[in-house]
């Protein structure tokens, strides 16, 4: 998995593993409605093209941009076809080091 415009290195562990962890601080930078990140259980969503077709609107993305989006998204009570579609959104995981800061 990669991410389009991210620049960091990558570690032994991504290469053996096939993982691109992303650091909290760089979620964080994508945080508009044309360039929208958040995190679900550690996993971490571009989910910019799915802002406009959102059956909840853009707001209820926007209050999640660039941050742990876990509780929102359990408290809502998401469908199965919405855990499943989530997955083709996924670009990687929050670092190891960056896990204890998100919803487990």
């Not at 620049?7 to 562990?13: A, D, F, P």
């Amino acid at each position: 998995m990669s991410a389009k415009g991210w620049s960091g290195s990558v570690s032994k562990k991504e290469m053996e593993t096939g993982v691109t962890y992303f650091r909290l601080e760089e979620v964080a930078k994508h945080n508009s409605a044309k360039d929208l990140w958040l995190v679900i259980h550690g996993r971490v969503y571009d989910v910019t093209s799915f802002v406009v077709e959102h059956p909840g609107g853009e707001k209820v993305l926007m209050e999640q941009a660039g941050r742990d989006g876990t509780e929102g998204f359990e408290g809502a009570g998401h469908s199965s076809d919405a855990r499943e579609m989530l997955g083709q959104f996924c670009i990687g995981e929050i670092h190891p080091s960056d896990r204890m800061a998100v919803s487990p």
